[in-house]
């Protein structure tokens, strides 16, 4: 196997209020005064915490993001922000689809797609998030679900480099609920999204970007589910907002490649 560079990304959702966030990002920052080779670390608090947690971490080698993103330059879109907000918020990264966002405000694939798109004009790197309920696993039409998902969402996206976009798979039915997917499970589906990937670009694309699991990863089973070949990161919600657990995760993620 290629050596390839894992990502570990905490997104913080709704929690920390600017002096919670502000404690929590100079705790990582004295935790990780570097990282291991082969691994990037990144953050994602609310919104109203990202200039806070810009200062704190500036001289960490943490990368930041945001949760959200409106596709629009400027104007009157109460609430929303833009690209270039974020960007001069010092962010690089920015979740979109995540199924929080799908399920209660009602974003579509095709939002995810102009979200996606003005993102890497932007020089953003969008984390695109897809999975399915318990319902469709049950059904057993989850990978179909997951690769339309990817399809509808990155169509007619283009890169230059595969650095330029993220996928993170999270089953629903694992996200917060403290069933993990298995290692088998979640790599089937990411494989199933690799392929779908390499449809959409060259296959040395397909095979530098980075696909992510998400769903109650903690520091007890990262390691087993960040050895599996198509999985090349976490995206960690509530073991994300704890240093120690977030830390052994970036200690779980510096394997050594077979
Ligand atoms: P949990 O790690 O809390 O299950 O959340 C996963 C998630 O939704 C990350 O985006």
Redesign the pocket.
């Known amino acids: 196997m290629p050596n390839r560079t894992l990502l570990i990304a905490g997104?913080w959702?709704m929690n920390n209020d600017v002096a919670e966030a502000a404690k929590l990002a100079d705790e990582l920052a004295q935790a990780l005064p570097e990282v291991p080779a082969g691994v990037e670390v990144l953050v994602c608090p609310p919104t109203i915490d990202i200039t806070t947690v810009h200062d704190r971490i500036q001289a960490a080698p943490i990368a930041l993001g945001a949760q959200n993103v409106y596709w629009e330059a400027k104007g009157a879109f109460t609430g929303e922000s833009s690209c270039d907000m974020l960007k001069s918020a010092g962010c690089t990264y920015c979740?979109i689809g995540?199924?929080?966002r799908r399920d209660y405000f009602h974003e579509t694939d095709e939002d995810q797609n102009k979200k996606a798109k003005a993102l890497v004009a932007a020089g953003l790197v969008p984390v695109f998030?897809c999975g399915e309920s318990l319902e469709v696993r049950e059904a057993g039409t989850y990978v179909e679900h997951v690769v339309n998902q990817v399809k509808a969402g990155l169509a007619g996206l283009e890169i230059t480099c595969p650095k330029q976009v993220v996928v993170?798979y999270?089953p629903i039915w694992?996200?917060?609920?403290g069933r993990t997917a298995s290692p088998e499970q979640a790599e089937e589906v990411c494989e199933s999204i690799r392929a779908a990937v390499r449809k959409l670009y060259s296959s040395k694309n397909a095979r530098a970007i980075s696909i992510l699991y998400?769903?109650?990863?903690?520091d007890k089973n990262a390691f087993e589910l960040l050895a599996q070949p198509d999985i090349d990161g976490g995206?960690?919600?509530?073991?994300?907002l704890v240093p120690e657990k977030f830390v052994k995760i970036i200690e779980a993620a510096n394997q050594p490649n077979e």
């Open positions: 997104n959702k979740i995540h199924s929080e998030c993170a999270e694992a996200i917060g609920t998400g769903g109650s990863m903690n995206l960690i919600g509530g073991a994300s």
